[in-house]
């Protein structure tokens, strides 16, 4: 899953973005709305996590944005993060498009656990996927091939998790890195096939993960 962090705290933004990307998440972290702006341009996010005081106009007004401007990507899901407490506060968010609102000050478990509510919810992806003989509880961070459980970094997790939500479906590199990885990413790495030699390797033979020449990699469906 890959997300777009706002938030201008110099302190807090980077703080988030890593307990997040140790959730196995890829995460973009924007502070301003123009920087916001410019990801949500050209990148297809699953969750937007949206400061709603930001040093270069109102989070909330991007929000609303979001649902109108052609050019501007909207993410799947958004949750508004925001200091702004009041009752009418709370209902503009939602009523701007967020589906959840968390109010500063809150623990990073508790943004972890709405997260993966969000991810719960039948209309964006199943938390517990299988495919053939791999199941994978996304919830959890677990997963398994037939009654072995897998060992897996959080970067193998999350690439595992990004193939069985398109078995069956030919994914190139920049699909993986898209994803999988956030804009840190060189594209011309070979991050992508050294983890998906690792993962490879883990889940065993039969290999479930094939190559289709020059086009990418798909998951089989069996």
């Not at 998440?25 to 990148?43: G, S």
């Not at 967020?98 to 478990?109: G, I, T």
């Not at 398994?144 to 595992?160: I, K, P, Q």
Request: contains cysteine; proline residues 4%.
């Amino acid at each position: 899953m890959r997300i777009l962090l706002v938030e201008d705290d110099p302190d807090l933004g980077p703080v988030l973005a890593l307990g997040l990307r140790n959730e196995a998440y890829a995460v973009d972290l924007a502070a301003t709305v123009a920087a916001a702006e410019e990801l949500l341009c050209a990148n297809d996010f699953d969750v937007a996590c949206l400061d709603l005081g930001l040093p270069d106009g109102d989070g909330l007004a991007l929000l609303r944005r979001l649902g109108s401007e052609a050019h501007l990507r909207r993410p799947r899901r958004l949750i508004a993060l925001t200091a702004r407490d009041a009752v009418e506060d709370r209902v503009a968010g939602l009523d701007a498009g967020a589906d959840d609102y968390l109010v500063k000050p809150f623990e990073f478990a508790e943004l972890a656990a709405r997260l993966r509510a969000l991810s719960r919810r039948a209309d964006v992806r199943d938390a517990v996927l299988e495919v053939g003989d791999l199941r994978l509880d996304a919830a959890a961070h677990r997963a398994w091939r037939g009654d072995a459980e897998l060992e897996l970094t959080a970067r193998e997790f999350s690439m595992l998790r990004y193939f069985m939500h398109h078995p069956g479906e030919v994914l190139s590199t920049e699909d993986l890195l898209e994803h999988v990885w956030d804009a840190q990413a060189d594209p011309f790495t070979a991050s992508v096939r050294v983890i998906l030699s690792r993962l490879r390797r883990k889940l065993g033979e039969p290999g479930p993960i094939s190559t289709v020449t020059g086009a990418g990699y798909r998951l089989e469906a069996r």
